[in-house]
């Protein structure tokens, strides 16, 4: 039984689409990693999870049951099985309570033994490097990467089985984030918990998932086993994505792929490969014909007609580019 499961699954926000026959599955234990520009349809996919977006199409299945079927019969459970860590930490805790209070409430209002969850939350304080002051503070008293780790503690609290984490260590230091995804790990390990990590540090993605999601434009483009991607990608998007991550490239002593042209709209997509209009290697088949996402070796999938085309190396790089051309 896969945690999590998403069967060509649509949202729509009006004309926008903000995800577009998305399909993939997260066994139970998995950490998973979802990457992509901004505008690719990963915060929609989030919320989606957490039951705070529906689906439009298609059907997401969380514990081998569908989340509309989970709301209805079991809202509370559901919520403590899925918990999220948003992107905005700071704006996702109430400036109008103490974090004593914020914690509270989620005690109350999921009914749990209450020195058992005050031992738990202790736990955590000191697990995640902060002191019990700040348990009296207000939202606007702490820093951000204060917030950050309650925004964490708040998330760990209900000790949920699958956990969502938005960007969970933007803006914190090098030093302190290796730290905390150390110690993220570590409670992921205890709890057995499902993580799908979001992050636009390719890095942290690389250290800590097993799996990893490329998304461009509401689809997913790629699927691979983390290592396999980062060492010969299949997209050209991917590889486009990885030869800017500054560890990579000096891994592989190539220059970054600089894409032209912006992300374009969702309101109205290209035809065919939807990456087609910044694809140096595009070819007319590209432009006409959607790609189906196929499977490839090691259990990967892409979606592209000419996968592995575009490389890390510059040289072969120009040769494809200009045969798209001719």
Known sequence: ????????????????????????????????????????GKSTLCRLLVG????????????????????????????RTVQLVMQDALASLSPRMRIRDLLAEAIKIHALPLEEAWDWIETLLGRLGLSPAILDRYPHEISGGQARRLAILRALLLKPRI?????PTAGLDVSVQGGLLNLLIDIQQELSLTWLLISHDL????????????MYLGQVVEESDTEALFR????????????????????????????????????????GCRFHTRCPVAKAQCRDKMPELQPLDGGRRVRCHYPYSLQFDQASTSTFAREASS
């Open 1 to 40: 039984m896969s945690a999590v499961s998403l069967s060509d699954v649509s949202v729509r926000y009006g004309r926008v689409r903000g995800l577009d026959g998305v399909s993939f599955a997260i066994e139970a234990g998995e950490r998973v990693g979802l990457v992509g520009e901004s505008g690719s």
């Open 52 to 79: 705070l977006r529906a689906a439009t199409g298609g059907e997401v299945r969380i514990l081998d049951r569908s989340i509309p079927d989970h709301l209805k019969a079991d809202p509370s459970g559901f919520r």
């Open 163 to 167: 956990l969502v984490a938005d960007e």
């Open 203 to 214: 890095r942290v993605i690389r250290r800590v998932t097993s799996r990893v999601i490329v």
């Open 232 to 271: 010969r990608p299949a997209h050209p998007y991917s590889t486009a994505l990885l030869s800017v991550d500054a560890s990579n490239a000096a891994e592989r002593g190539a220059r970054p792929i600089v894409l032209q042209g912006e992300i374009p709209s969702p309101v109205n997509p290209p035809s």
